[in-house]
């Protein structure tokens, strides 16, 4: 943990001192001084709903608590737009089913977060709004796509903040920023509200400082909802004791490494996991050599069908004239996206068409098959699963111009969401005075192994 | 390989135009990212797919009418709106 960064233990200690409202409006203008750009707006409701703080009007779990939100989670009445041109004046008529969550527990709504354009990306390079720059290093990216809202976390410009992961978008940044974030097991939170990219793999998760407040998060956020048909409907409250004077089995998955800095922070991370007393085991997953390709073809796939509903008529960009069909559609459309946005509607509806739908996204599913097939595996013979959560330190600005060479970035974080399963991403040894995060996989809705693990690993590095 | 004329098709497919320009720098990228998928041609064939992870199957809520978005509020993002409508072109020349 930085200097900068704020838990929500130090912001409930500021509370007792000082006035919900003034502790808001500082944070406010801390965020518009800000050089990293991790905000595309603000919300001037939040200095309001501080003051009903102060008046003792708000109770919950996170009464008095800012958080900040990534803006693909529609929040009612407030400019959501998925880091996208096509949606630069969208404001939604509803609020997410999150966003329900933390105002009925009190929080504070400061921002909506920078984010990669639709969430295709993983830098925020991507985003209409501009990089979110990684406040360890200006010249780095913050990683992504919920650069934002890991990037304010380490900066002490928010608290606690909500990220959605389709392929590693809250864990990339996480570890580039130096934060916890988890992607929760596919259905513990709900999606409604979530714009979607690429609904079979994506999940809402929470991002904080430390793991205790992430826990804390993600309590208010699971759930049942009926308005998400793939919700699971269970809750999670936390077990901080789960894991006392057990020991684990923990497997290094062997297909998923990174470079020298990356490995040799992931190699004393993972002496620390055995003085904890727990065994260390090495895993294969053969699978996983088809997992990059896999993923991207179904996110693409999925991608050119959700992206079908902007034509410029219900909201967003559009053209002054209205002509013909195609012609207005196309254009409107080629004017409100990005490049990379671009390219994975083209080339989902490639893989969809007639005559490849066989060749990649019906072998993308199988290939899912097995990857579940693994995990299944490893899970009979450990309990918890590692590996570093990106193969390299945060990126400079325009390093990773090639598409497919920011693809390949990816291969550490994507196997997970093809599975479903929960992993997290915690900080431990930096290098080079960057960041680096280590992965912790866990089986199915076993959010509170990893998340009481996490606790451990996270006390005894801090002690370090 | 891909070629122009086939990067322009997906574009119709996709519904976004293409200046002269962007058509080789697309298919530049195509042509590179879909070398990189020829990677699933070693996976078997004789396995199910997975198009959904968690076993769910044939989620019901109880069919109660629930209360609609209200037309203001559909209509207030939307340009080109006339007496309550979305207005949008003309699908038949």
């Given at each position: 943990m930085t200097s900068h960064q704020i838990s929500i233990a130090e912001w409930r200690e500021r509370l007792k001192s000082e006035k919900a409202e003034d502790l808001i409006m500082e944070l406010i203008e801390r965020i518009e001084r800000?050089?990293?750009?991790?905000?595309?707006?603000?919300?001037?409701d939040a200095i309001e709903r501080a003051g009903e703080f102060d008046r003792g009007k708000v109770n919950g779990k996170l009464a008095g608590i800012p958080v900040a939100v990534k803006d693909n989670i529609s929040t009612g009445g407030l400019l959501t737009t998925c880091g996208s041109k096509i949606l630069y004046d969208y404001i939604p008529p509803f609020d997410a089913h999150v966003v329900e969550r933390l105002k009925s527990e009190g929080a504070i709504i400061i921002g909506k977060t920078n984010m990669d354009e639709f969430g295709m990306g993983t830098t925020t390079e991507t985003s209409y709004f501009g990089v979110v720059r990684n406040p360890h290093d200006p010249e780095r990216v913050a990683g992504g796509s919920s650069g934002g809202s890991a990037a304010c976390l380490s900066v002490g410009e928010g608290v606690i903040s909500l990220g959605s992961d389709t392929g590693g978008s809250i864990r990339c940044p996480s570890s580039f920023c130096g934060v916890v974030g988890l992607k929760p097991t596919y259905g513990l939170v709900s999606r409604y509200g979530l714009i979607p990219y690429a609904n079979s793999l994506e999940q809402i998760g929470p991002l904080a400082t430390c793991v205790d407040d992430l826990a804390l998060l993600l309590e208010v956020i699971a759930g049942k909802d009926q308005r998400d048909s793939t919700n699971s409907g269970k809750e999670f409250v936390f077990d901080p004791e789960l894991l006392n004077g057990k020991k684990l089995t923990v497997g290094i998955i062997r297909e998923m490494s990174g470079n020298d800095d990356v490995m040799s922070s992931f190699n004393e991370a993972v002496e620390v996991i055995k003085s904890l007393g727990h065994s260390i085991k090495e895993v294969s997953m053969p699978s996983f050599k088809y997992a990059l390709a896999a993923y991207y073809i179904i996110a693409m796939s999925e991608a050119s069908s959700n992206l079908a509903r902007y034509d410029g008529v219900r909201y967003g960009h559009t053209l002054e004239q209205i002509t013909s069909w195609n012609k207005f559609f196309s254009a409107v459309r080629a004017e409100g996206f990005g490049d990379e946005v671009k390219r994975r509607i083209m080339l989902g509806s490639y893989a969809l068409s007639a005559g490849y739908y066989g060749k990649y996204y019906l072998k993308a599913l199988k290939v899912r098959t097995l990857v579940i097939r693994d995990f299944k595996r490893a899970f009979k013979e450990c309990n918890l699963l590692i590996s570093p959560t990106m193969p390299a330190l945060a990126f400079k600005i325009g390093e990773l111009a090639d598409p497919l060479t920011m693809y390949k970035a990816d291969v550490n974080t994507v196997p997970i969401n093809l599975a479903g399963v929960p992993s997290l991403s915690l900080p431990i040894f930096e290098r080079k005075r960057l960041p680096v995060g280590m992965q912790i996989i866990g089986n199915y809705f076993e959010e509170n192994s990893i998340i009481a693990f996490a606790r451990k690993v996270e006390a005894e590095i801090n002690e370090i | 390989m891909i070629t122009d004329e086939e990067v322009l098709h997906i574009a119709n497919l996709a519904k976004i135009e293409l200046k002269d320009d962007e058509v080789e720098k697309f298919r530049k990228g195509f042509q590179s990212i879909l070398e990189y998928f020829e990677i699933l041609d070693e996976v078997e064939e004789d396995v199910e797919p997975t198009f959904q992870v968690l076993p769910l199957k044939n989620v019901f809520r109880d069919d109660v009418p629930g209360k609609p978005l209200e037309r203001e509020k559909a209509l207030m993002n939307a340009k080109h709106v006339e007496e309550g409508y979305f207005k949008g072109p003309r699908v038949v020349e």
């Amino acid at each position: 943990m930085t200097s900068h960064q704020i838990s929500i233990a130090e912001w409930r200690e500021r509370l007792k001192s000082e006035k919900a409202e003034d502790l808001i409006m500082e944070l406010i203008e801390r965020i518009e001084r800000s050089k990293y750009n991790a905000f595309i707006s603000i919300n001037k409701d939040a200095i309001e709903r501080a003051g009903e703080f102060d008046r003792g009007k708000v109770n919950g779990k996170l009464a008095g608590i800012p958080v900040a939100v990534k803006d693909n989670i529609s929040t009612g009445g407030l400019l959501t737009t998925c880091g996208s041109k096509i949606l630069y004046d969208y404001i939604p008529p509803f609020d997410a089913h999150v966003v329900e969550r933390l105002k009925s527990e009190g929080a504070i709504i400061i921002g909506k977060t920078n984010m990669d354009e639709f969430g295709m990306g993983t830098t925020t390079e991507t985003s209409y709004f501009g990089v979110v720059r990684n406040p360890h290093d200006p010249e780095r990216v913050a990683g992504g796509s919920s650069g934002g809202s890991a990037a304010c976390l380490s900066v002490g410009e928010g608290v606690i903040s909500l990220g959605s992961d389709t392929g590693g978008s809250i864990r990339c940044p996480s570890s580039f920023c130096g934060v916890v974030g988890l992607k929760p097991t596919y259905g513990l939170v709900s999606r409604y509200g979530l714009i979607p990219y690429a609904n079979s793999l994506e999940q809402i998760g929470p991002l904080a400082t430390c793991v205790d407040d992430l826990a804390l998060l993600l309590e208010v956020i699971a759930g049942k909802d009926q308005r998400d048909s793939t919700n699971s409907g269970k809750e999670f409250v936390f077990d901080p004791e789960l894991l006392n004077g057990k020991k684990l089995t923990v497997g290094i998955i062997r297909e998923m490494s990174g470079n020298d800095d990356v490995m040799s922070s992931f190699n004393e991370a993972v002496e620390v996991i055995k003085s904890l007393g727990h065994s260390i085991k090495e895993v294969s997953m053969p699978s996983f050599k088809y997992a990059l390709a896999a993923y991207y073809i179904i996110a693409m796939s999925e991608a050119s069908s959700n992206l079908a509903r902007y034509d410029g008529v219900r909201y967003g960009h559009t053209l002054e004239q209205i002509t013909s069909w195609n012609k207005f559609f196309s254009a409107v459309r080629a004017e409100g996206f990005g490049d990379e946005v671009k390219r994975r509607i083209m080339l989902g509806s490639y893989a969809l068409s007639a005559g490849y739908y066989g060749k990649y996204y019906l072998k993308a599913l199988k290939v899912r098959t097995l990857v579940i097939r693994d995990f299944k595996r490893a899970f009979k013979e450990c309990n918890l699963l590692i590996s570093p959560t990106m193969p390299a330190l945060a990126f400079k600005i325009g390093e990773l111009a090639d598409p497919l060479t920011m693809y390949k970035a990816d291969v550490n974080t994507v196997p997970i969401n093809l599975a479903g399963v929960p992993s997290l991403s915690l900080p431990i040894f930096e290098r080079k005075r960057l960041p680096v995060g280590m992965q912790i996989i866990g089986n199915y809705f076993e959010e509170n192994s990893i998340i009481a693990f996490a606790r451990k690993v996270e006390a005894e590095i801090n002690e370090i | 390989m891909i070629t122009d004329e086939e990067v322009l098709h997906i574009a119709n497919l996709a519904k976004i135009e293409l200046k002269d320009d962007e058509v080789e720098k697309f298919r530049k990228g195509f042509q590179s990212i879909l070398e990189y998928f020829e990677i699933l041609d070693e996976v078997e064939e004789d396995v199910e797919p997975t198009f959904q992870v968690l076993p769910l199957k044939n989620v019901f809520r109880d069919d109660v009418p629930g209360k609609p978005l209200e037309r203001e509020k559909a209509l207030m993002n939307a340009k080109h709106v006339e007496e309550g409508y979305f207005k949008g072109p003309r699908v038949v020349e």
